[in-house]
């Protein structure tokens, strides 16, 4: 499938599309809490906030089947939440709490769940892509018919152990689909001024690995793309590369004032080409939801967000004991 097939395959049953809206919705709101939290100080260390990537996990985790895992970087709150992860337990751990997803001892980079197939979460440039390979080997081994969709960003493109898991996974065959999150910038210096190809979908084309550039503001664009990449890996024809074209509104974390992009840049991608406002209108043309429906869902979402909150500021801290779980000795 070529990028012009994707754009020409953009339809979504009623209920699909509204769907699609509630969970991009769900992860806007949780983040802009999560901003607000930050700020009051009961946030500490890190955070990156994944307001304006939203359609890109969203749209993935459209195609996914039982079983396929998810490992991303640090920029992951929006990744457990598409994954099915309560909001309560992400925002618990946040903030440090017990009732968080690593006991509040893993914060904002560093959450998992077994249960949903998400693995991290990972505070290292570029370290989770040999760990996405290596589950890929994994689900060969047993011969099961997994996925590993392994996200990583346009900054981590450039890391050399990114370069091997490709040649190792081109090499097995394995199912891992590559997912590069492109929202231009890395921690700060734009792709232009830090990569030599800029086509960042090329990346695997060394080793004979496909890839596909796909607009990361679309939901739709990023399911059908997604559909084509893990269909190729589901099949046993190898890894896939995709790269979804996205960008972030916040800066690279919440310390980071973004002084190397103006002010109208971001305005002029929130008024033209955001990816929740791009689902509503899309919603609103079809006659699948009116303006009021829509405030309406934005509502409940808003709730959902209010009682994560609660909940984690609510939830005592971990006990002094904790600091002997969970380790090797």
């Not at 260390?45 to 195609?63: P, T």
């Not at 197939?117 to 081994?141: D, K, M, S």
């Not at 231009?184 to 030599?196: D, E, I, K, P």
Request: net charge negative.
């Amino acid at each position: 499938m070529s990028a012009d097939t994707v754009k020409s395959n953009l339809s979504a049953t009623k209920e699909e599309l509204l769907g699609y809206y509630h969970d991009m919705v769900l992860i806007r709101r949780f983040e802009e809490r999560a901003g607000q939290l930050y700020g009051m100080g009961h946030i500490g260390g890190f955070c990156h906030l994944y307001i304006g990537q939203e359609a890109v996990i969203v749209g993935i985790e459209a195609v996914k089947k039982d079983g396929d895992q998810t490992i991303t970087g640090y920029r992951d709150h929006g990744h457990m939440l598409a994954c099915g992860m309560d909001p309560k337990g992400v925002m618990a751990e946040l903030t440090g709490r017990e009732g968080g997803y690593s006991k509040g001892k893993g914060g904002s980079m560093h959450m998992f769940s077994k249960e949903k197939q998400f693995y991290g979460g990972h505070g290292i440039v570029g370290a989770q892509v040999p760990l996405g390979v290596g589950l890929a080997f994994a689900n060969r081994y047993r011969e099961e018919p997994k996925v590993s969709l392994t996200y990583f960003g346009d900054g981590a493109s450039n890391q050399g152990q990114v370069f091997e898991a490709m040649n190792m996974a081109k090499l097995w065959k394995l199912p891992v689909v590559f997912l590069i999150e492109n929202n231009q910038y890395a921690m700060g210096t734009s792709v232009t001024r830090a990569h030599s190809e800029t086509h960042l979908y090329r990346r695997g084309a060394s080793f004979g690995i496909p890839g596909m550039e796909v607009d990361g503001m679309d939901v739709l664009a990023v399911r059908e793309a997604a559909r084509e990449a893990v269909d190729h890996a589901r099949t046993g024809k190898g890894p896939y590369v995709v790269e979804l074209k996205t960008y972030r509104y916040r800066g690279h974390s919440m310390s980071d004032p973004a002084k190397y992009r103006t002010r109208e840049e971001v305005d002029e991608v929130r008024e033209h080409n955001d990816p929740i406002k791009r689902c509503e209108q899309r919603l609103i043309e079809n006659g699948y939801a009116d303006t009021a429906a829509l405030k309406a869902i934005d509502k409940e979402v808003k709730a959902v967000v209010k009682a994560a909150a609660d909940f984690a500021l609510e939830s005592p801290e971990p006990a002094l004991s904790e600091l002997y779980t969970d380790i090797t000795a």
